[in-house]
């Protein structure tokens, strides 16, 4: 098993750390985070960790699962007053702890198993959240930002509806210890000011079965979705969601919803 500072790596984290300097400088100079609150989320053995305390901030917040890297980082920033060691699963820390300190900013490597859940938890605490840097797995950079065609779904509609996102840097495996099997990228998000959209959750499930099978028409994944196709054209309802947009889809709930 690869180990780094006699700590092993454990596969089931997705552990790759880190080990390009000018992308953790490129992360860190993106946002203004002097006298700022930071949090990270997977500190591994602290390389983002300490390019984002050069940059004078006024507290960082790491969130580390794996308590031997938990126990390493408590080890190896102690004398630093202005870093708190977490050791827990950033998906069950509960956000309220964040208020006191607020807005935060973000910066992280995310571990790529669970980028997606994450993400949707920032969704849920965005009014904690200023903005942020994280690096995701290329594949899953390009669905957030896709905006028609092969790619776009759900998620993209979902995450470019609630954050503003900005592609950065791709970066190679050989930036990891130990490389990755895919290219990684770096990307500045903000949480956007939205109008609330009417019955929101049935909207967004309706998003859901628009996509669900992303080849199909929508006549054919409404249908099965059990929504009245009868308020659409036949020509609307013979395109794919992978055609559409924002507007066209809020279009498409006004009718569902108007229609009685």
């Known amino acids: 098993m690869p180990w780094t500072n006699d700590i092993p790596l454990k596969k089931k984290f997705g552990q790759h750390f880190l080990r390009d300097k000018k992308i953790a400088r490129e992360a860190v100079h993106k946002v203004p985070i002097k006298g700022a609150s930071v949090f990270e989320i997977g500190c591994g053995d602290g390389f983002l960790t300490r390019e984002i305390l050069r940059a004078g901030l006024e507290r960082l917040w790491i ?19 202005r870093v708190t060691v977490f050791e827990e699963n950033i998906l069950d820390v509960d956000f309220s702890l964040f208020e006191q300190y607020k807005p935060w900013t ?37 669905k957030i930002v896709k905006t028609r065609g092969r790619g776009y779904g759900y998620q ?12 950065m840097s791709k970066v190679p495996p050989s930036a990891f210890y130990p490389p990755p099997k895919v ?8 949480p956007k000011e939205v109008e609330k959209i009417p019955d929101e959750q ?7 079965v628009c996509f669900h099978q992303p080849r199909r028409t929508l006549r054919n994944n409404i249908k099965q979705g059990h929504f009245d196709s009868a308020v659409f054209s036949d020509e609307l309802l013979a395109k ?19 229609d009685k």
């Open 240 to 258: 794919r969601a992978q055609e559409l947009g924002m507007e066209d889809f809020l279009r498409l709930w006004d009718l569902l919803r108007t």
């Open 63 to 81: 969130f580390e699962i794996d308590p031997d890297w938990a126990n390493f980082a408590r080890t190896h920033f102690y004398e630093d007053k």
């Open 156 to 167: 993209s509609l979902f995450m470019q509806h609630f954050f503003e996102w900005k592609l």
């Open 202 to 208: 049935k909207f967004w499930k309706f998003i859901k």
């Open 183 to 190: 290219f990684s990228r770096l990307m500045y998000f903000k």
């Open 106 to 142: 973000l910066i992280a490597n995310l571990p790529y198993q669970i980028t997606f859940p994450i993400l949707h938890m920032l969704h849920r605490n965005r009014h904690l959240i200023q903005e942020g840097v994280i690096m995701v797995q290329e594949e899953v950079a390009q």
